[in-house]
């Protein structure tokens, strides 16, 4: 079992609809990111967390320690936010070492 | 202020040659992560730097190396090239180390080994 699951592995949507990706993780972390990548390979950060919510834009992450679940709330979906997102953690015996998710393929269609 | 630059952006070598990739941070940054993707692993950790110094490593073979500089770019050197080493690598740079809020990422290298 890997140490950070993600679910679903592919999310096909509709332009508008609020899209929701999840990421279980069985380590203690001292953070959690949320990466967003496009075809061509660059990463983009999008959030980093310890605890709570954030939210920036149309994008909102939320943490729950306690679970050790976090999720990725993309509401209003647009074509643009096609992408692969990735979950990732800082565990707490590893400094800046990141453990990854195997990602969610996002397709938002017009 | 510019972003992590990679270099170079697409590589194809022999198997059994060896391969030097290189990251310069955004400026400020100490630290400099490397990561591989493949599409059967996923992104895997490499190996961070910190002042010169290899902080951490990842559960690869001692084919893959690297280093920093006193400037803060690193470099990432793979010997005796594999097949299976054909890879996105990908560097992140950060602020200071431990506790540092988040990461940059490069565009990339795509390694292609024929």
């Known amino acids: 079992k890997n140490e950070v699951e993600q679910s679903p592995q592919n999310l096909t949507a509709q332009e508008g609809e609020f899209i929701t990706i999840n990421c279980s993780y069985s380590v203690g972390i001292s953070a959690l990111h949320w990466l967003q990548q496009h075809p061509g390979g660059g990463i983009v950060s999008l959030f980093m967390?310890?605890?709570g919510k954030k939210k920036h834009g149309r994008l909102i992450a939320t943490i729950n320690i306690q679970e050790k679940h976090s999720s990725l709330h993309i509401t209003a979906s647009h074509p643009r936010d096609s992408a692969v997102y990735i979950c990732?953690?800082?565990?707490?015996?590893?400094?800046?070492?990141?453990?990854f998710g195997e990602g969610t393929q996002l397709t938002v269609n017009p | 202020k510019a972003g992590v630059t990679q270099t170079p952006r697409y590589l194809i070598k022999t198997r059994g040659q060896q391969v030097t990739l290189s990251c310069s941070p955004i400026?400020?940054?100490?630290?400099v992560s490397w990561y591989q993707q493949t599409p059967g692993q996923g992104l895997q950790f490499l190996f961070e730097?910190?002042?010169?110094?290899?902080?951490n490593k990842g559960n690869f073979p001692g084919r893959f190396s690297g280093r920093q500089f006193s400037n803060s770019r690193s470099e990432m050197n793979v010997s005796t090239l594999e097949l299976g080493d054909s890879a996105l690598y990908l560097c992140a740079s950060s602020l200071a180390g431990r506790g540092s809020p988040g990461y940059t990422f490069g565009s990339g290298t795509r390694l292609t080994v024929v």
């Open positions: 990732a953690v800082r565990q707490e015996t590893s400094g800046s070492r990141l453990t």
């Open positions: 967390l310890s605890s």
């Open positions: 730097y910190f002042s010169e110094t290899q902080r």
């Open positions: 400026s400020g940054h100490r630290s």
